[in-house]
């Protein structure tokens, strides 16, 4: 197979990225087992596509590049190069070198408790800016509009996506805004106060949090919306036609800041409290 090779998908190749991730998002379920895993891995990090080579995007996702390729041709693409092409397009306006910042910080003594600072204000600071290329305005409006008009705004979110629930809890109590936060504590079910005309934020990111899969598939059986904060447009969210909101957060070795989630969040909780009042809703 080359790279020259006609797209097999029958399909145009997608004209900029945000239409790339919009149809990687809407068939990745449906992909190959090999094929589904380097779907994840570029969702995971499109600023790789850029810079990368064919085979180190398919030893990265740990695939042959005859998978790789087959992934590009499943996408409309004639190969590898014409993808590349696309994300090279905008790569300097979305996805910025910041791993080559990083670097520089940890050159110059990151076991100082100032270095360790430093490199967590960085990737706080690279998490920001790329929010507003990761986030769908449309998306966000449409988020907007679901919460504005739910009954109850039920929230949930384990482990590390907590702190940006209990966050979106507090922001909806000052604002008098029906709202319930599934905490799990004492392993407590409230899934059966979700109605029909409420909503549901789901907040989760990989590795997905199986107690917050399992409420929002019942969430949906019931009718529900669904509002997903989460990073890739591969989330098992994307199934259960969730509205996603996409946040990518940078990590200082395995431990990742919420600074761009916890912002995504306050901006949401704002916008639908200020949508309430002006709709006089509450």
Not at 130 to 150: E, G, N, Y
Not at 200 to 212: D, E
Request: proline share 5%; hydrophobic share 50%.
């Amino acid at each position: 197979m080359t790279d020259n090779s006609a797209a097999t998908s029958g399909e145009a190749a997608p004209a900029t990225v945000d239409a790339f991730l919009n149809r990687l998002g809407a068939r990745a379920d449906s992909l190959p087992k090999r094929l589904k895993q380097f779907a994840d891995y570029i969702a995971a990090n499109p600023d790789r596509v850029a810079v990368s080579t064919v085979a180190e995007l398919a030893a990265a996702a740990e695939v042959q590049p005859s998978a790789a390729m087959r992934f590009c041709q499943e996408m409309g693409f004639s190969g590898f190069s014409q993808m590349q092409k696309l994300f090279r397009t905008d790569y300097s306006q979305k996805w910025p070198d910041y791993p080559t910042r990083l670097a520089r910080i940890r050159e110059h003594g990151a076991e100082s408790p100032t270095a360790l600072l430093a490199e967590f204000v960085e990737v706080g600071r690279a998490s920001l800016e790329s929010l507003m290329a990761t986030v769908d305005p449309a998306a966000m409006q449409q988020a907007v509009d679901v919460l504005t008009r739910a009954e109850t705004i039920h929230i949930v979110g384990f482990r590390r996506a907590f702190p940006v629930t209990s966050y979106l809890a507090y922001a909806f109590e000052k604002m008098e805004i029906p709202a319930v936060l599934h905490s799990g504590v004492a392993n407590i079910q409230m899934d059966h106060l979700i109605r029909p005309n409420d909503a549901v934020i789901a907040v989760t990111f990989s590795p997905y949090s199986q107690l917050t899969l399992d409420l929002v598939s019942k969430a949906r059986a019931n009718g529900a919306d669904i509002v997903a904060i989460t990073d890739v447009v591969t989330s098992p969210l994307a199934k259960l036609k969730a509205i996603q909101l996409l946040v990518s957060e940078l990590d200082v070795g395995a431990f990742r800041a919420l600074s761009a989630s916890l912002s995504l969040a306050i901006a949401l909780a704002v916008s639908v409290g200020t949508r309430r009042k002006s709709d006089s809703i509450f």
